[in-house]
């Protein structure tokens, strides 16, 4: 049982400290994936499909494996386990068998003594194929003539909410609007494409190091397609340049190929993907149509919504369905209202398999949400902040599953809406704006929203993680956890954690990189959740270590334990406050009677649940609660928009580490920005996607930036660390619908389809009506 | 994957002869930012590389009394500080400094960005405006053309084998006013999805020497021969720039494409064209 | 497969070296895999993201677009040139302490046209700098932090 520690003092939690891995990133020190080489390393390069979806009728690899230099060529007869990827069922193959269903798919791979070698040689494998006609987009693989790509008629999943009489609050209603809103796909643009590096041991074992976020999952995949035992696999994080929810599921595929190379090679194998190959077909933010209807009173009271949410999960389930379940349960948005029901449905098509990123399905139907938020205002003639302000959630109410807000989980949503709109001048500025003529006209525009931080109901049985600590003899301390570090600071917080919990200096800690030999299976990094698991967990080990240093000391001084706390390096008698000892003597003094001072946390999140008939249910432990509010400038003549300040109030329980944590809200701000005005995957007629470089899939410079005003609310969970919740992805979430809201304030036009890139803005401004 | 065997030379008769004994494609590499990105891209045959970016005859701008000269080897970044380029072709500097990035500009050459035919390219379509004269030696000689000439489509050129671009000239024209403007898919780093290049002079309030060049929106950077016709000799004021502004609209060809529309390219040609006559009006 | 090797001589982080190498290699690959200096990362390989920064003669360029013959006779100055763990060069702890860091795949770039920045204009404002940077792509920070760091830099670099 983890004590309430929120009111204590504390010295290292809430601190600006450097990131621990700071300096080996500044000087270049920092071993990414491709920085590592092993004697005798071979190089990989795939054979990917050229087509949406096709028959594969005949491999032949001769000729590639007769290239010198050449070690070994593999298709999925090559794969001495299963060739099957395991995510949420067992549909996805690592290497495509009779057919390829998407462009872009795995055939079959090579390793060869350069990269260069092994991407000639994968030219020489041949390939017939007969192309199939494919389903290309989330309404073509609904229609009846559609060809059949998975599920049940092309849907993969479906879920469903339904609370109270939506009829019936529609009768009450006093206005009902309804829209079709379109979302678009989103890559992840991780500086770091996905790469692995196999390495097989002597007894038949094999390590694989990579970029990745969810080391456990790379875990099954490398022992599901070698066959091994869980044993013989080992897993080891290289420093990861960016996620984001991109390196959840996908490293897996990767790894199992750069295993099965190095498998039959007998020798070490990397595999770095392109930038193009990394666009082409690693995972995405699904595509969704988000359909919805509003009834509200007069008065801005919400009476009832209906929504149909349908995304496009490409041609494998892989994350969909969860993607799916975490959409729908967000339907409704932070809102407080009785009648509401929502039909989802994830859509199979020959287009890449969408996966994680950054909201999980979230942003979509926040985009949808809010937009209509705003649609209500303005017909009623309300201000937009009022109508939130109005509906806002509050603690006791139930959001649209019936799950009641508690004052223990942290609820700051009012405070995140008064901060965000005090501090971004709202009043003043929605003024100014009301009335503007010329060739240029700036608005101002807002989102709200909530986020289930953890894994959810979705996701209940992974929903615990382990830590290892162990304190040596000098004094210093290794931590070890399950999670990930991929440049959101989990390393630097976790320390913090630690040394906060043993009472140690922070100088003392040091954080190896996850393996999966050294923690037990902790679940995934993914859903703002390491914060709260892993420094739970950690904080599990530490009071292990600190009996055994308190009983050390004890003995030597001849207080009592009971009495005893850990602060500021030292351990104190709480009573008199006076110190007994500094935390090295005491380490000094538990290794002298051979105390164990290693020690295994373990930490199960509260339970949580959902009822698949009527989606009911208890979903997640806590909510992040968040206020975005965008000012645009519009360029009337060109459309073009330039987003010139966002603020962004989050209430994420406790800040650990503030740098940290506006790092979070101004690189995910920066992601949703991207996604609300330029970030666009395009495909051709045949499904092979267009968009293959960085300058045809444009993420925003340091000249398309705003400055963002981070304000950081706390209002602690009672089972987070130090009341610590999440915020790994609610910085992106709303910031699309904010821009597009504070478009509409700047020209009178609402925006329906994102990206709101120019070509679209001037059709909206000309009065053509879009969707 | 590059499929090449680079050969650095150090003069242009040492070009010839390594490219003399060579049958198969050949390419010139000077800065190299559009020709690796090609290679990789697999849009090249295996080649040889001619490394010409050590060519000292082919750097340096240069003031040969009526006209300016720049070796095809002179940077983006050169050209938009370039005092010279500043006086007499504030259009082609304006266009040089909205290039790519800075590491692309430090390396781009005007000599590349022309070679590599783009109708994009930014500082081709702000030369087009200036009376571009383009030099080229091939083995056989030199000889000279105006720039218009060179371009016969997207990624094409009139350039004989083994012929190397050497350099352009322009004549001085002083009180030149211009300037280039372009649209892209964010506010920096980006290929321009339509852009204008504008030069002329202005006296007495009067439009003079007007050329106005069009990127992105045609097989190649084309003229506005109609809007500049229409300019000549006018008083600059509200009601001319709204008429070029309309009148410009019917002087392109533009295709929809990954980066924007037929349509909306279309449109924003007149938008840039009245947005740069406002700015010529309002020289310093 | 098309391939010769030539021999090039460069200054790297101030001392000289000669290297043979397949010619159609970019700098890029034979910082990474010939000389075994890591700390220059590829992004793209395309001129896209500028996390391949390096200078040469100064200037910031992409070590991804420029073959090795390029660079015969230059000065070149890598990640590994500026400071190390111990002695982290200013704009190094600059960037370390004012968050300008996440993953630090595109941090090494940074520093290099950062450094290129405040050795030709030692007290930018913040449309300099922005300028400077805009060849350089970061997808985790929002590039806010890294301009405090420029800033914070260019005051200790004075």
Redesign the interface.
Known sequence: MIERQVSVVMSIVGERVVRVDAAEKATGRAKFIDDMKFPGMLHASVLRSPYAHAKILSIDKSEAEAVPGVYAVCTHEDVPGKNRHHVVTDDQPFFAEDVARHYGEAIAAVAAETRELAEYAVTKIKVEYEELPAALGLENALLDEAPYVGGEENIFRRYKIRKGDVDKGFDESDIVIEHKFVTPYQEHAYLETNGALAVPGSVGDMTVYGTMQCPFYVLHAVSDVLGLPQNMVRIIQAATGGGFGGKEDVPSLVAAIAAVLACKAGRPVKYILSREEDLICMSKRHPAIVRIKMGAKKTGELTAIEADYKVNAGAYVTLSTIVLWRGTVHVAGPYRCPNVKVDAAAVATNMVPCGAYRGFGTPQVIFAHESMMDELAFRLGMDPLEIRKINALCVGDETSTGQVITEEMGMGLMETIERASEESGWAEKRKKYSNQEGETRKGIGMSTFLYGVGLGAGGNYMARAGAHIQVYDDASVLLAVGTAEMGQGMKTVLSQIAAEELGCPLENVSIIMTDTSHVPDSGPTVASRSTVVSGNALRDAAMKIKAGLYAAVSKKKGVPPEVMESRDGAIYNRENGKMLMTFGEAVNAATGTRKHLAAQGWYISPNTDFNEEDGHGNIYFTYTWVTQVAEVEVDMRTGQVTVEHLTCAHDIGRAINPTLMEGQIQGGSSQGMGYGTMEEILYDKKGRMLTTSLSTYMIPTIQDMPDVTPIIVEHPYKEGPYGAKGVGETPLMGIAPAVTNAIRSATGVPIREIPAKPERVLKSLEGEEIL | MIQAVVKRVKSIPEAFEKASGHSGPLYYLAGGTDLVCKAKDRLLPPALWLDISGIEELTGIKDEGDSIHIGSLVTHTALSEHPLIKKYAPALSDAASQVGSPQIRNRGTIGGNSGNASPAGDCVTALYTLDTTIHLECPAGPRSLPLEKFFTGPGKTVCKEKEIITGFSFPKKEGARGCFLKLGQRKTLAISKVSLALSCTLEVGRLHDVKIALGAVAPTVIHAPRCEEMLAGKELNDSLIAESGTLIQTESCPIDDLRSTEGYRCKMTGVLMERALKKVALWK | ????K?KVSFILNGSPVEVEVP????LLEVL?ERLN???????????????C?VL?NG????S???????V??AEIL???G????EN?HPI??A?????A????????GF?M?AYALLMKNPNPDRKQI??????????????????EAVMNAAREVK
């Open positions: 497969m098309l391939s010769e030539v010619s159609h290699h970019t990474r200096l890591t700390g220059t990362k590829e992004g793209c390989g395309k001129g896209e993201c500028g996390a920064t040469m200037e910031p360029v992409c991804c677009m420029l073959m090795i013959t390029q015969e006779g890598t990640i590994e500026l400071g190390d763990l982290p190094q702890r960037f370390m302490e004012n968050g860091i996440q993953c630090g795949f595109c941090t090494p520093i046209t922005k300028e400077a940077l805009s060849g350089n792509i970061c997808r985790c920070t929002g590039y806010m932090k890294i301009e």
